[in-house]
């Protein structure tokens, strides 16, 4: 299962979702849906965080994420970025776009447009074996 119109459809209607959602930071949403690079991915929200999956199903772990400093639905900056673990500080951020660069300058090599898939999927297919 490779890249597909279903996983760019999947991937669209995450960002749909969240644009205007009280779940995360509007102002974080519209900064990261405006930087084509975070756009082909999947976004999902924990914990007032909003993250970036290489798949549509199940989500990696692989790419750093935002959250505000003042946790809570709505909340705008600052920011801190994180990750991709939780265990790795990024840093703090005074402004959505700030924030949202500091993501982009950690993607992982080769991150292009959500996996129509799950993690193990996205694994086998970058290996390069037929699914």
Same mark, same amino acid.
């Given at each position: 299962?490779?890249?597909?119109?279903?996983? $760019?459809?999947?991937?669209? +209607?995450?960002?749909?979702?969240?644009? %205007?959602? &009280? !779940?995360?930071?509007?102002?974080?949403?519209?900064?990261?849906?405006?930087?084509?690079?975070?756009?082909?991915?999947?976004?999902?929200?924990?914990?007032?965080?909003?993250?970036?999956?290489?798949?549509?199903?199940?989500?990696?772990?692989?790419?750093?994420?935002?959250?505000?400093?003042? $946790?809570?639905?709505?909340? +705008?900056?600052?920011?801190?970025?994180? %990750?991709? &673990? !939780?265990?790795?500080?990024?840093?703090?951020?005074?402004?959505?776009?700030?924030?949202?660069?500091?993501?982009?300058?950690?993607?992982?090599?080769?991150?292009?447009?959500?996996?129509?898939?799950?993690?193990?999927?996205?694994?086998?297919?970058?290996?390069?074996?037929?699914?």
């Amino acid at each position: 299962m490779a890249t597909s119109a279903s996983g $760019a459809d999947k991937v669209e +209607a995450a960002w749909r979702e969240l644009i %205007g959602s &009280s !779940r995360v930071s509007a102002e974080l949403v519209e900064a990261a849906y405006a930087e084509p690079r975070l756009r082909q991915l999947f976004p999902w929200v924990g914990m007032w965080e909003l993250h970036f999956s290489r798949c549509t199903e199940r989500w990696t772990w692989d790419v750093p994420y935002v959250g505000p400093t003042a $946790a809570g639905p709505g909340h +705008a900056g600052p920011y801190y970025v994180e %990750g991709p &673990s !939780r265990t790795q500080k990024v840093g703090r951020a005074d402004t959505a776009q700030e924030a949202i660069a500091m993501v982009v300058e950690r993607l992982p090599p080769n991150c292009g447009p959500a996996f129509d898939g799950t993690p193990e999927e996205l694994v086998t297919f970058e290996n390069g074996r037929d699914l």
